[in-house]
């Protein structure tokens, strides 16, 4: 009894190594591609590989990781992401785009939220992201316009709207304008 | 003509989803898109296949009194492959399953399966046992899937960018989130019941489930004797 069970969990115990062996890579690479899709989606057009083009800054007791998108040699927008904590199904993961002269180029939410679909999960569609291209960081209210601001939040998910709004506030408005000389410091660690 | 028979009955007679009602979390749960249907059917299938092979190989050596652990340790390691390759190869799938590729473990339906059939019947019936029931479940699966998404969003998505705009009037969000499901399922579960019944009587004869089955305290097929 006690022999077949552990022959049979031995025997499971390899077959799973071996597949593990084979699919860690494309698992590994498939992780990776969906951050930098993300990266490039929001940046202005570079020439270089901002994933590993990264400045960090400290702002607020955390680390705020910025990708930086370079062309011929010079800075041309920053990208970091920003996780919000008042989604309605939990955090909302968003990846903000800005170039050198402090505009929001493009954000993208991050697909792994837990919003409702149909209702909050519309964040994630083009229609609402696509209104936070080209806002001047420094002139935009920052909020939903039901709040007073100047985003129009998915019409019966202001929760999940207001989320996103949050998030890019807190990288644009609050890490961003704050810290422009180390997002935008000389250095590039590769 | 024997195995033909097993790789049929999962269609109409006994299908998890309609007839067996097995398997009702994943089928509630996944049902929000045809593409995602899809994804659960063909994951879960694979699982049937593969664990119902294996027991049917091994059921000799099992003894009695382990078997379901057995069975569950079959079943698990299936999963966990299924759910390493899907994470590997087919990596926006996996993000909108989610939780529910490991909870193919506690389907009921693979383990009745490996209970009631594969320990019980050599390889090949198994493995068309198997087969049929996969089918049976993915198809039961889209069938649901394809009547909420249409609802509940307009579209028929079958895979990737392979997608239908079927109608543009504004959706019917109920239809998407879990209570759409339960919904949907009941209507479909009633249609079906209604269908058998419909049929039964033009042959002259009251409709009465299969023994075997078990929908005994059900009676809603009576409905209008």
Not at chain 2, 27 to 55: H, Q
Not at chain 2, 69 to 92: D, H, R, S
Request: proline share 4%.
């Amino acid at each position: 009894m006690v022999f077949v069970l552990s022959l049979i969990c031995a025997a499971s115990g390899l077959l799973m190594a071996l597949v593990y062996d084979v699919t860690e890579a494309p698992i590994a690479e498939a992780r990776l591609h969906k951050k930098d899709d993300a990266i490039s989606k929001v940046l202005p057009p570079h020439d270089n590989d901002p994933a590993t083009t990264t400045n960090t800054v400290e702002y607020g007791g955390e680390k705020w990781t910025f990708y930086m998108a370079t062309k011929a040699g010079k800075y041309v927008g920053a990208a970091c992401e920003s996780i919000s904590q008042e989604g309605y199904g939990g955090d909302i993961r968003v990846m903000v785009g800005i170039t050198v002269d402090d505009k929001v180029y493009g954000i993208e939410v991050l697909s792994d939220h837990k919003e409702t679909p149909g209702l909050g999960a519309q964040i994630s569609q083009d229609t609402f992201c696509a209104q936070f291209a080209d806002k001047p960081i420094g002139s935009t209210t920052w909020s939903v316009a039901k709040d007073g601001g100047d985003i129009d939040g998915v019409t019966a998910a202001t929760i999940s709207s207001r989320a996103v709004v949050s998030a890019v506030r807190a990288a644009a408005v609050d890490v961003y304008m704050n810290n422009k000389d180390a997002v935008y410091a000389e250095e590039v660690s590769e | 003509m024997k195995a033909y028979r097993q790789l049929i009955k999962g269609l109409w007679e006994e299908n998890p989803i309609f007839r067996l009602v097995l398997g009702m979390c994943p089928t509630l749960a996944v049902t929000t898109s045809v593409e995602n249907s899809i994804g659960m059917g063909i994951a879960a299938t694979f699982v049937l296949v593969s664990s119902n092979a294996v027991i049917a190989s091994i059921r000799r050596l099992i003894p009695r009194k382990v078997r379901i652990p057995c069975f569950i340790v079959v079943i698990a390691t299936f999963v966990t492959i299924v759910e390493l390759v899907m994470e590997g190869y087919a990596n926006k799938l996996h993000g909108s399953l989610g939780i529910f590729i490991p909870l193919i473990v506690v389907n009921c339906i693979i383990l009745g399966r490996a209970e009631a059939f594969a320990s019980k019947n050599g390889l090949l019936l198994s493995i068309a046992d198997g087969i049929g029931m996969g089918i049976g479940f993915t198809l039961g699966l889209v069938v649901l899937g394809a009547c909420r998404e249409v609802l509940g969003a307009g579209t028929i998505t079958v895979w990737g960018d392979l997608k239908f705009q079927v109608h543009s009037m504004a959706p019917m969000i109920l239809m998407i989130v879990a209570p759409g499901g339960f919904i949907a399922l009941g209507c479909l579960l009633a249609l079906m019941n209604h269908v058998q019944t419909v049929l039964a009587r033009r042959q002259g004869r009251s409709f009465t489930p299969p023994a075997h089955l078990d929908c005994r305290h059900c009676t809603i097929c009576k409905f209008g004797d």
